[in-house]
């Protein structure tokens, strides 16, 4: 399915006055302020998070799945629902495939079809977490810190299968989330199991292409619930050093425990130019992959002020790769996707409102009081205009959500796909 122009043009048309009247005033307002709202809205429309492959169908929990009518059952489709959202909303240019949950049959295809959308291909993810029909070898006590070294060479060499397949469609890093740890007190030798980490990671990294970028991904528990070998940023930090310069930390919000201090977490890794990758979603409890913004809009505020501080001053740091990384237990992913991606480009759209100077100022003066006015004036601004605008002026949708609905989107994917299709993936 595809949505013609004519048509978002359509049912923006219902919404222009209005989207006019809010959009005046906010200019007027944040014009008194010495805001440049143009410059803000071209940020806006730069701004481009990845979707990944697996986020397009119904997810679950391990107690069960509910599937959701017309899911994408293929790549393809996945692409194509991808496509849909980036038409909306104009911010979900890219996509991030799982290996090997989304392997192309047809590499050419696949890029056509992916220049056509205007999406780029990402980071791709190896899967070390679940066992493949025709593996040798069972991950179930580890992988690339098994004791077996066979076990690690079968997971090294997938790493580098996802490689060669994100190289022939022009993804220029590999991101490694391991599931690795122990679920028994006294089941691994912790340094065992992290040396063997190191030197299988140190493995795949010398073989990466020269132009590629290595993130590593931390996760305090789960599915291990006594030890996880990559537990937190440090453990990844220093995994990522002893890799080498191409080597990067990726943060995922919902990998922490309740309350870490991810803003700070961010501030170090830029400062030391090693955040390489960021996975939005959030969380009320652990790894919840909830819609983005849903439970802690400030934190998430807050943290994006750090992103941004980090790179206008931290030319160490590499432009992060941003992915979603949510589940969408029980609503319409696409419709979920839609509501994070206006999460993330309001906390973002907030956080460029933050008079920098003047925090600077405040903070000198050890204006306790006033530093905390300057951040919640930002993050209280309704910036949702400039977000309306900047999607006008991509060709997207005012309102992404009730264009979705009113263009009955959903429903013509089911009429395409069946209401019984299902989506690869967790
Ligand atoms: C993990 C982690 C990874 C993602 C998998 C599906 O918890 O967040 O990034 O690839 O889930
Ligand atoms: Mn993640
Ligand atoms: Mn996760």
Same mark, same amino acid.
């Given at each position: 399915?595809?949505?013609? @122009? !004519?048509? $978002? =043009?359509?049912?923006?048309?219902?919404?222009?006055? %209005?989207?006019?009247?809010?959009?005046?005033? +906010? &200019?007027?307002?944040?014009?008194?302020?010495?805001?440049?709202?143009?410059?803000?809205?071209?940020?806006?429309?730069?701004?481009?998070?990845?979707?990944?492959?697996?986020?397009?169908?119904?997810?679950?929990?391990?107690?069960?799945?509910?599937?959701?009518?017309?899911?994408?059952?293929?790549?393809?489709?996945?692409?194509?629902?991808?496509?849909?959202?980036?038409?909306?909303?104009?911010?979900?240019?890219?996509?991030?495939?799982?290996?090997?949950?989304?392997?192309?049959?047809?590499?050419?295809?696949?890029?056509?079809?992916?220049?056509?959308?205007?999406?780029?291909?990402?980071?791709?993810?190896?899967?070390?977490?679940?066992?493949?029909?025709?593996?040798?070898?069972?991950?179930?006590?580890?992988?690339?810190?098994?004791?077996?070294?066979?076990?690690? @060479? !079968?997971? $090294? =060499?997938?790493?580098?299968?996802?490689?060669?397949? %994100?190289?022939?469609?022009?993804?220029?890093? +590999? &991101?490694?989330?391991?599931?690795?740890?122990?679920?028994?007190?006294?089941?691994?030798?912790?340094?065992?199991?992290?040396?063997?980490?190191?030197?299988?990671?140190?493995?795949?990294?010398?073989?990466?292409?020269?132009?590629?970028?290595?993130?590593?991904?931390?996760?305090?528990?789960?599915?291990?619930?006594?030890?996880?070998?990559?537990?937190?940023?440090?453990?990844?930090?220093?995994?990522?050093?002893?890799?080498?310069?191409?080597?990067?930390?990726?943060?995922?919000?919902?990998?922490?425990?309740?309350?870490?201090?991810?803003?700070?977490?961010?501030?170090?890794?830029?400062?030391?130019?090693?955040?390489?990758?960021?996975?939005?979603?959030?969380?009320?409890?652990?790894?919840?992959?909830?819609?983005?913004?849903?439970?802690?809009?400030?934190?998430?505020?807050?943290?994006?002020?750090?992103?941004?501080?980090?790179?206008?001053?931290?030319?160490?740091?590499?432009?992060?790769?941003?992915?979603?990384?949510?589940?969408?237990?029980?609503?319409?992913?696409?419709?979920?996707?839609?509501?994070?991606?206006?999460?993330?480009?309001?906390?973002?759209?907030?956080?460029?409102?933050?008079?920098?100077?003047?925090?600077?100022?405040?903070?000198?003066?050890?204006?306790?009081?006033?530093?905390?006015?300057?951040?919640?004036?930002?993050?209280?601004?309704?910036?949702?205009?400039?977000?309306?605008?900047?999607?006008?002026?991509?060709?997207?949708?005012?309102?992404?959500?009730?264009?979705?609905?009113?263009?009955?989107?959903?429903?013509?994917?089911?009429?395409?796909?069946?209401?019984?299709?299902?989506?690869?993936?967790?």
């Amino acid at each position: 399915m595809e949505i013609k @122009e !004519q048509h $978002i =043009a359509e049912v923006n048309k219902g919404h222009l006055d %209005g989207h006019r009247s809010h959009f005046d005033f +906010l &200019t007027a307002h944040l014009a008194k302020q010495g805001k440049d709202v143009n410059a803000i809205i071209d940020r806006l429309l730069e701004f481009q998070v990845a979707i990944p492959s697996w986020a397009l169908g119904a997810g679950g929990t391990r107690f069960g799945r509910f599937g959701f009518q017309g899911e994408p059952s293929n790549l393809e489709q996945k692409m194509d629902d991808v496509g849909l959202l980036h038409q909306l909303t104009r911010t979900a240019g890219a996509i991030s495939l799982h290996i090997p949950w989304d392997v192309p049959r047809d590499y050419n295809a696949i890029k056509e079809r992916a220049q056509a959308k205007g999406i780029v291909f990402d980071a791709v993810n190896s899967n070390t977490f679940q066992d493949q029909a025709d593996a040798a070898h069972s991950y179930k006590f580890g992988s690339l810190c098994h004791l077996d070294k066979a076990v690690r @060479e !079968q997971a $090294i =060499a997938h790493n580098l299968e996802v490689i060669k397949i %994100g190289d022939k469609l022009g993804s220029k890093s +590999l &991101t490694v989330w391991l599931a690795d740890g122990s679920s028994f007190p006294g089941q691994h030798n912790f340094q065992t199991a992290l040396q063997h980490t190191e030197d299988s990671l140190k493995t795949i990294y010398g073989q990466m292409p020269g132009d590629w970028k290595l993130f590593i991904e931390y996760k305090p528990y789960e599915p291990n619930f006594y030890s996880t070998v990559i537990q937190d940023w440090g453990t990844s930090f220093m995994l990522a050093n002893a890799c080498g310069e191409r080597a990067y930390t990726l943060v995922d919000l919902g990998h922490h425990l309740p309350n870490t201090n991810i803003e700070q977490i961010v501030s170090t890794l830029m400062l030391k130019g090693k955040l390489g990758g960021f996975h939005f979603n959030d969380s009320k409890y652990g790894d919840d992959d909830l819609t983005v913004g849903s439970v802690k809009p400030y934190a998430l505020f807050l943290i994006f002020n750090a992103l941004v501080y980090g790179m206008r001053h931290n030319a160490q740091n590499p432009y992060p790769a941003w992915m979603i990384d949510a589940s969408h237990n029980i609503k319409d992913p696409l419709e979920d996707l839609i509501q994070s991606l206006e999460a993330i480009q309001e906390a973002y759209a907030k956080s460029l409102l933050v008079d920098q100077k003047l925090l600077e100022q405040a903070q000198a003066a050890h204006d306790v009081a006033g530093c905390q006015e300057i951040l919640q004036n930002a993050s209280r601004t309704d910036v949702r205009p400039l977000l309306e605008k900047a999607r006008l002026n991509g060709g997207g949708a005012i309102k992404p959500l009730e264009a979705y609905r009113n263009l009955n989107v959903r429903t013509q994917l089911i009429k395409e796909r069946g209401a019984h299709s299902v989506a690869s993936g967790l």
